[in-house]
């Protein structure tokens, strides 16, 4: 059964420090990874969605990696700004069933 | 295009009552999935739809949940009868059917059973 863990659960930076958010899983054979932001009582936004034959994704200031064979995603988030404060979630697509996601990393912007 | 809508936002109910949770897919996705999110768990997939079929029901908790798609822009969540453990935001999401396409997620409905 694919199992996703995300490290650190929780993470509080200063305004403008740019940082590394991880998640990793135990069965390679995915399709796609996709990280999502989900802010207090409200849904998940898509951010950055890798095939399981891309090395990495950019949005902005955004960068998601892949490293399948690892079972290792990162998300760099340069230049952090107090709007960036959420909760981050990793899932994988192991086939055609739904994501299995992380439990996610919350996210404190300091201003 | 207006996303994936779900009704209502917000529900309270008393034990035992029956409740209809909404899903509207975004237009001329085929597939269609219903997430359940708790602190205690995560989020976790209960069921999921291809092509208006359920495809894999293994996540729904008891059998006082079901879930029907009657065609391509509607789905429902049943809980009859519903109890305090089943409060929980619960999520409906839609995707193109095909491996490299991701998820979109509507804003949920908070469910409070009192």
């Known amino acids: 059964k694919q199992e996703v863990t995300q490290i650190p659960a929780a993470l509080s930076v200063p305004e403008g420090e740019n940082l590394v958010l991880n998640c990793s899983f135990t069965d390679s054979a995915i399709y796609n990874l996709q990280w999502f932001r989900q802010d207090p009582g409200k849904g998940l936004t898509s951010l950055l969605l890798?095939?399981?034959?891309?090395r990495e994704q950019t949005s902005g200031r955004l960068n998601a990696s892949l490293d399948k064979s690892s079972g290792r995603s990162t998300l760099y988030i340069a230049a952090s700004q107090p709007g960036d404060s959420a909760t981050y979630l990793c899932a994988v697509r192991p086939g055609a069933d739904g994501l299995t996601f992380g439990k996610g990393t919350h996210l404190i912007i300091q201003p | 295009d207006a996303g994936v809508i779900q009704s209502p936002r917000h529900e309270v109910t008393e034990m035992g009552q029956e409740v209809t949770l909404r899903c509207k897919p975004i237009s001329g996705h085929n597939s269609l999935f219903w997430y359940r999110q708790t602190m205690m768990r995560g989020l976790e997939l209960l069921i999921y739809f291809n092509n208006n079929v359920p495809i894999d029901d293994s996540g729904m908790p008891e059998d006082r949940f079901s879930a029907k798609m009657p065609n391509a822009s509607f789905s429902t969540l049943k809980i009859q009868p519903s109890e305090p453990r089943d409060s929980a935001v619960y999520f409906c999401?839609?995707?193109?059917?095909?491996?490299?396409?991701?998820?979109?997620f509507g804003s949920g409905t908070r469910l409070t059973v009192v």
């Open positions: 890798i095939q399981s034959s891309q």
């Open positions: 999401a839609s995707s193109l059917v095909g491996k490299q396409y991701g998820y979109t």
